[in-house]
């Protein structure tokens, strides 16, 4: 029964049934197949965005909303395609970014070359062009079908089939119809969850069809006789109501403008509390950001000073607040930065011991309460809340490993008060006392205590059920509460590995571990365990490059690495953190540190920068390395801070041309007896990046490297803004000067990047192959391109 009710607004029913569009996602595996026309099926969303397009979707994350902005991954234009069948697509991540052209109908079996060049594979499939086989021209019987690895199809989730009248719509009267599949191809969905408002769809069943086989979820929505806050809460029930499991299984928008805005916010609102757990595409999310790491206590104070003194040798707390931090994003905005990590935020014990307080919030006393040196609940919200205002992530270090009880030279195995801890409140809890004597060994490591016997860690039993159920429950409930949008994991070595991925789980969110090792077999296994660890071997590689000027360590490493983790792209890198001395200290020249960076931030994974690293602090190890940022005046001219900068500006603009891009590997193209190049990047669309570990004392000269780009391409070095022309033997010949990193890029892609004085702009890379008019790689004035006067060509 499609409109008996006489408040239903569609169009005159049809003499013919509707027409069907029919999805089915199918694995590499000719067995594996499951159909879209069917809830339960692992597909995010199929949307009805704008009248005539369909686009399938999946979920990556907004900071606004919390999970709920998508990347594009096939949008088709119905009203003028007949496409179906793609095929040729060996593509992990499934077109994402991709769109259909128009074109002409065609014979039932026939084949047809789609006009439009297609890009943004990785890898590019053997023929960039797609082949389609065109079905009936009748919408009747349309099918589409994706092809993808089969270990892509388990991190789908949600599903939908919609259906249109493919008439003009107008702002009053509308209809949608989304017809269900009995069976879905996930077991466990609850149908009786869908008994309100499923409807016997007679008119769309065929007469053999089993009576009611056939589904119909009809929306109906009239702005003039519902009120907006009448119609939000009806929606929010509606959700909670028929998705019991987890699923959001369509939302359906209408041209209305209001009734747009009421379908985003609730798909944004509702889609990380119902969606089942997708670690992959939380991490594929993270993969897009940059992450400065602040220490809570050395960021910013409230009260908004300069140059309150702070005495990092005493090791105690100088007054750095969450108040404080949110007057200062502005600061870590302004470097390009999108994700924040900030101390661990619960309460630790209070006193001074021989070695200072426990600013660091690390020394971990009660889960259930805050910090209240760094703030009170309401300034933790606000913190949240401004950052996700500014489309930034909030990442928090979190304790799970130990608690901590100040002993004063006593015996931890004797002088724990026990009951001071919340919620763990009990020797049955903890490990019995032991101390790590060798950190290699791994049973003894996570065990025994780290701590001495002024301040004791007693260590969780994180293999005890008790425990991990208490410890799962805390952090969801610390996530949901303050809308944290990812965890750094103190001390992950030290935890059960069983434990890691159950605790992940839980989180249902991003996490790097800490693994503190050298060894790339010893940090990638933990990849079994967690999405993510930071990435110490090319720490240590990194040290052994710009320190000592080796500068085969680093591209040696850069090779293993490749082979020997899991996903590198998904390890966060960083060259400076809180736990290491500063690179300054071992080595104060300003050009090696700028190509330290350079490889930090353009390398695999998620670049960390520590607070400081911008402004060129040289603290040695611990206490040393934690200054205090504010003494700095937050100097936004400091050659590091503009170094990063246009270091995150590129990134993302590589990002932006290529979605792609983060899932590319990094591997040498160069090797000198000073300098190593690296290439990041599919050919056309590669940064690549040539480090000097000579210092600012070198003179000028040249080196001639091939570079991954053909021959005639012009390239441009983001940091002197000039240009460089490939030869025709595919070599480029760079000049270096002072030890500086160069960072090339191609010119023909710059519009947009906000570099070298091309302008700003949300482009892809198709924007580019459809703007392929002009001959020359420089972009004109009259285009809108705005190029300085100081490009100069090599």
């Given at each position: 029964?499609?409109?008996?009710?006489p408040?239903?607004?569609?169009?005159?029913?049809?003499?013919k049934?509707?027409?069907?569009?029919?999805?089915?996602?199918?694995?590499s595996?000719?067995?594996?197949f499951?159909?879209?026309?069917q809830?339960?099926?692992q597909l995010?969303?199929?949307?009805?965005?704008?009248?005539n397009?369909?686009i399938?979707?999946?979920i990556?994350?907004d900071a606004?909303y919390r999970?709920?902005?998508?990347?594009i991954?096939?949008m088709?234009?119905?009203?003028n395609m007949?496409?179906v069948?793609?095929?040729?697509?060996p593509?992990?991540s499934?077109?994402?970014s991709f769109?259909?052209?128009s074109?002409?109908?065609?014979?039932?079996g026939?084949k047809?070359?789609?006009?439009e060049?297609y890009?943004?594979?990785?890898?590019?499939?053997p023929?960039?062009?797609?082949y389609?086989d065109?079905y009936?021209c009748d919408?009747?019987q349309?099918?589409?079908e994706?092809?993808?690895?089969?270990?892509?199809?388990?991190?789908?989730?949600?599903?939908a089939l919609i259906l249109?009248?493919?008439?003009r719509?107008?702002?009053d009267?509308?209809?949608?119809?989304?017809?269900l599949?009995k069976t879905?191809?996930?077991?466990?969905?609850?149908?009786?969850?869908?008994?309100?408002i499923?409807i016997p769809?007679?008119?769309?069943?065929?007469p053999?069809?089993?009576?009611?086989?056939?589904?119909?979820?009809?929306?109906?929505?009239?702005?003039?006789k519902?009120k907006?806050k009448?119609?939000?809460?009806?929606?929010k029930k509606?959700?909670q109501?028929?998705y019991p499991?987890?699923?959001v299984i369509?939302?359906i928008q209408?041209?209305?403008?209001?009734?747009?805005?009421?379908?985003l916010?609730?798909?944004?609102?509702?889609s990380?509390?119902l969606s089942?757990?997708?670690?992959?595409?939380?991490?594929?999310?993270?993969?897009?950001r940059s992450v400065?790491?602040t220490?809570t206590?050395?960021?910013a104070?409230?009260?908004?000073s300069?140059?309150?003194?702070?005495n990092?040798t005493q090791g105690l707390y100088?007054g750095?607040?969450?108040?404080g931090?949110?007057s200062?994003?502005?600061y870590?905005?302004?470097m390009?930065?999108?994700?924040v990590?900030?101390s661990?935020?619960?309460?630790?014990?209070?006193g001074?011991?021989s070695?200072?307080?426990?600013y660091h919030g690390?020394?971990a006393e009660?889960?259930?309460?805050?910090?209240?040196h760094?703030?009170t609940h309401?300034?933790?919200?606000d913190l949240?809340r401004?950052?996700?205002?500014?489309?930034?992530?909030l990442m928090?270090?979190?304790?799970i490993?130990n608690?901590?009880?100040?002993t004063?030279?006593?015996?931890?195995?004797?002088?724990?008060?026990y009951t001071?801890f919340?919620?763990?409140?009990?020797?049955?809890?903890?490990?019995p006392y032991?101390?790590i004597?060798?950190y290699?060994n791994?049973?003894?490591?996570q065990?025994?205590?780290?701590g001495?016997?002024?301040?004791a860690?007693p260590?969780?039993?994180?293999?005890?059920?008790?425990?991990?159920s208490?410890?799962?429950?805390w952090?969801q409930?610390?996530?949901s509460t303050?809308?944290i949008?990812g965890l750094?994991l103190?001390?992950a070595?030290h935890?059960?590995?069983?434990f890691?991925?159950?605790f992940?789980?839980?989180?249902n969110?991003?996490?790097?571990?800490e693994v503190?090792?050298?060894?790339?077999?010893i940090?990638?296994?933990?990849q079994?365990?967690l999405t993510?660890?930071?990435?110490?071997p090319i720490?240590?590689?990194?040290?052994?490059?710009f320190t000592?000027g080796n500068t085969?360590t680093?591209p040696?490493e850069?090779?293993?690495?490749?082979?020997s983790c899991?996903?590198v792209?998904?390890l966060?890198?960083?060259?400076?953190?809180?736990?290491?001395?500063?690179?300054?200290?071992?080595?104060d020249?300003?050009n090696?540190a700028?190509?330290?960076?350079?490889?930090?931030?353009?390398f695999?994974?998620i670049?960390?920068?520590?607070?400081g690293?911008?402004?060129h602090?040289?603290g040695a190890?611990?206490?040393?390395?934690?200054?205090?940022l504010?003494?700095?005046n937050?100097?936004?001219?400091?050659p590091?801070?503009n170094?990063?900068k246009?270091l995150?500006?590129?990134?993302?603009?590589?990002?932006?041309?290529?979605?792609?891009?983060i899932?590319?590997q990094?591997?040498?193209?160069?090797?000198?007896?000073s300098?190593?190049?690296?290439?990041?990047?599919?050919?056309?669309?590669?940064?690549?990046m040539?480090l000097?570990t000579?210092?600012s004392k070198?003179?000028e000269?040249?080196?001639?490297m091939m570079?991954g780009y053909?021959?005639?391409?012009?390239?441009i070095?983001?940091?002197?803004?000039?240009?460089?022309t490939?030869?025709d033997m595919?070599?480029?010949?760079?000049?270096m000067?002072?030890?500086?990193?160069?960072v090339?890029?191609?010119?023909?892609?710059m519009?947009?990047?906000?570099?070298?004085g091309?302008?700003?702009?949300?482009?892809t890379y198709l924007d580019?192959?459809?703007n392929?008019?002009?001959?020359s790689?420089?972009p004109?004035?009259?285009?809108?391109?705005?190029?300085?006067g100081?490009l100069?060509?090599?």
């Amino acid at each position: 029964m499609l409109c008996d009710d006489p408040e239903c607004l569609c169009h005159p029913r049809p003499k013919k049934p509707f027409p069907k569009i029919e999805l089915v996602l199918r694995g590499s595996n000719p067995e594996q197949f499951c159909r879209l026309d069917q809830p339960g099926s692992q597909l995010d969303v199929v949307f009805d965005l704008i009248g005539n397009t369909m686009i399938l979707r999946e979920i990556t994350e907004d900071a606004k909303y919390r999970g709920a902005s998508y990347t594009i991954c096939l949008m088709i234009e119905l009203k003028n395609m007949r496409f179906v069948n793609l095929e040729g697509l060996p593509d992990n991540s499934l077109l994402l970014s991709f769109r259909m052209r128009s074109s002409a109908c065609a014979v039932k079996g026939s084949k047809m070359r789609v006009k439009e060049k297609y890009h943004g594979f990785s890898p590019d499939p053997p023929n960039s062009r797609l082949y389609n086989d065109l079905y009936l021209c009748d919408w009747a019987q349309q099918h589409l079908e994706l092809l993808l690895p089969a270990d892509r199809i388990k991190g789908w989730k949600t599903v939908a089939l919609i259906l249109k009248t493919f008439e003009r719509i107008t702002g009053d009267n509308w209809c949608h119809m989304v017809h269900l599949k009995k069976t879905p191809c996930v077991a466990g969905l609850d149908w009786k969850a869908f008994e309100g408002i499923l409807i016997p769809d007679k008119e769309a069943s065929s007469p053999e069809s089993t009576p009611g086989e056939e589904k119909v979820i009809q929306f109906l929505a009239d702005e003039k006789k519902n009120k907006k806050k009448k119609k939000v809460e009806e929606g929010k029930k509606l959700l909670q109501g028929i998705y019991p499991l987890g699923r959001v299984i369509i939302c359906i928008q209408t041209i209305m403008s209001f009734q747009r805005q009421l379908l985003l916010w609730l798909c944004a609102s509702f889609s990380v509390i119902l969606s089942t757990p997708v670690f992959a595409a939380d991490t594929q999310a993270w993969k897009l950001r940059s992450v400065y790491q602040t220490m809570t206590d050395r960021f910013a104070r409230t009260d908004g000073s300069t140059t309150q003194a702070c005495n990092t040798t005493q090791g105690l707390y100088c007054g750095g607040t969450w108040r404080g931090m949110i007057s200062r994003l502005d600061y870590i905005q302004g470097m390009g930065f999108d994700a924040v990590m900030i101390s661990p935020i619960i309460k630790n014990i209070d006193g001074r011991v021989s070695y200072g307080e426990a600013y660091h919030g690390y020394w971990a006393e009660d889960l259930y309460s805050l910090n209240p040196h760094f703030g009170t609940h309401q300034d933790l919200l606000d913190l949240s809340r401004a950052l996700h205002d500014r489309g930034m992530y909030l990442m928090v270090d979190t304790v799970i490993n130990n608690m901590a009880y100040i002993t004063h030279g006593g015996n931890p195995a004797t002088d724990v008060n026990y009951t001071t801890f919340k919620p763990f409140n009990g020797p049955q809890y903890y490990h019995p006392y032991c101390k790590i004597n060798d950190y290699n060994n791994y049973p003894e490591a996570q065990q025994c205590w780290t701590g001495d016997n002024i301040v004791a860690l007693p260590d969780l039993k994180t293999e005890d059920e008790q425990v991990q159920s208490v410890l799962n429950k805390w952090i969801q409930d610390m996530i949901s509460t303050y809308s944290i949008d990812g965890l750094r994991l103190d001390a992950a070595k030290h935890v059960t590995p069983d434990f890691l991925p159950k605790f992940q789980e839980a989180a249902n969110a991003f996490i790097t571990g800490e693994v503190y090792e050298k060894s790339i077999d010893i940090v990638c296994s933990y990849q079994k365990e967690l999405t993510s660890v930071p990435n110490y071997p090319i720490y240590f590689a990194l040290l052994d490059a710009f320190t000592k000027g080796n500068t085969s360590t680093l591209p040696d490493e850069v090779e293993v690495m490749k082979h020997s983790c899991p996903n590198v792209t998904a390890l966060t890198t960083f060259s400076e953190n809180h736990d290491v001395a500063r690179f300054a200290s071992m080595q104060d020249d300003m050009n090696l540190a700028k190509n330290i960076l350079t490889f930090t931030i353009l390398f695999d994974g998620i670049p960390m920068v520590y607070q400081g690293q911008e402004q060129h602090f040289s603290g040695a190890h611990d206490p040393e390395n934690r200054e205090a940022l504010w003494l700095s005046n937050y100097n936004t001219d400091a050659p590091l801070y503009n170094v990063i900068k246009t270091l995150n500006r590129l990134r993302k603009h590589a990002i932006q041309i290529d979605p792609n891009y983060i899932d590319t590997q990094t591997y040498p193209v160069y090797r000198g007896p000073s300098e190593m190049g690296f290439r990041k990047g599919r050919e056309g669309r590669q940064i690549v990046m040539v480090l000097s570990t000579q210092g600012s004392k070198s003179g000028e000269y040249t080196i001639r490297m091939m570079n991954g780009y053909q021959p005639s391409y012009v390239v441009i070095d983001v940091f002197t803004c000039r240009t460089y022309t490939v030869n025709d033997m595919g070599e480029l010949r760079l000049e270096m000067d002072k030890g500086e990193p160069r960072v090339l890029y191609p010119v023909n892609l710059m519009y947009g990047s906000g570099l070298c004085g091309y302008g700003t702009a949300k482009v892809t890379y198709l924007d580019f192959v459809r703007n392929q008019s002009s001959p020359s790689p420089t972009p004109t004035s009259s285009e809108g391109w705005v190029p300085r006067g100081d490009l100069q060509e090599s």
